[in-house]
């Protein structure tokens, strides 16, 4: 038999998630509406911009490690900006990160026939996973089951931005928007972890 797995439970994964929460999603939203009522567009596009810099900086001056995801996501969030400003449109600046959702969500559907779902994969850069337990039966079905999950919440909420953008006003998106991502993607994480903690505890590999 395989040792039990510690795994942290939800509310310490929240207690986790809520700075990057705040400093990747809340705070930026709350600029760039600030910036749309008080500047304008180009004064929203430039808020979420320097927030996004100003994150990196503030990690340079206190001598933390830049994540390499934090750094692709300021260049692109800068080439957002420059095709936004060129086209004139807040629809294109909103649309660009609308299509790497899509783009996810094709992903973990294609992982399926690999044999190597997703979620497997992002799930090891959270939890030590040893081999054994990866090779379960049990476990490998969990992991097709929510990788299909992601594939359907990230195509949900694609489908909500892009119909909130054809009909909603920019403040009313951006709020609207905002809550229901929040919703959805909390929403997936928690079932994912309890779905996962419940499983691999029915089958005695995790720890009570």
């Known amino acids: 038999m395989q040792p039990a797995m510690h795994i942290p439970r939800l509310p310490a994964l929240a207690r986790h998630a809520l700075p990057h929460v705040l400093e990747g999603t809340l705070i930026p939203v709350a600029l760039f509406y600030g910036g749309l009522r008080l500047v304008g567009p180009a004064g929203a596009l430039a808020a979420a911009l320097a927030w996004s810099y100003a994150a990196l900086l503030r990690r340079a001056l206190l001598g933390r490690r830049i994540p390499g995801l934090l750094l692709l996501g300021a ?16 629809f294109v600046y909103f649309l660009q990160p609308t299509i790497g959702t899509v783009a996810t969500a094709l992903a973990f559907l294609l992982s399926l026939p690999t044999g190597r779902p997703l979620a497997e994969r992002l799930a090891r850069d959270f939890v030590p996973l040893p081999p054994a337990v990866i090779a379960h039966p049990v476990v490998r079905r969990l992991f097709v089951r929510i990788s299909l999950l992601w594939a359907f919440v990230l195509l949900a909420n694609a489908a909500i931005t892009i119909a909130l953008l054809l009909t909603e006003a920019i403040p009313t998106f951006l709020v609207t928007r905002t809550l229901a991502t929040i919703v959805l993607m909390g929403g997936a994480v928690a079932a994912s972890t309890v779905w996962f903690r419940w499983a691999l505890r029915r089958h005695g590999l995790l720890a009570t």
């Open 75 to 90: 260049l692109g969030l800068t080439l957002r900006t420059a095709i936004s400003l060129a086209t004139g449109s807040l």
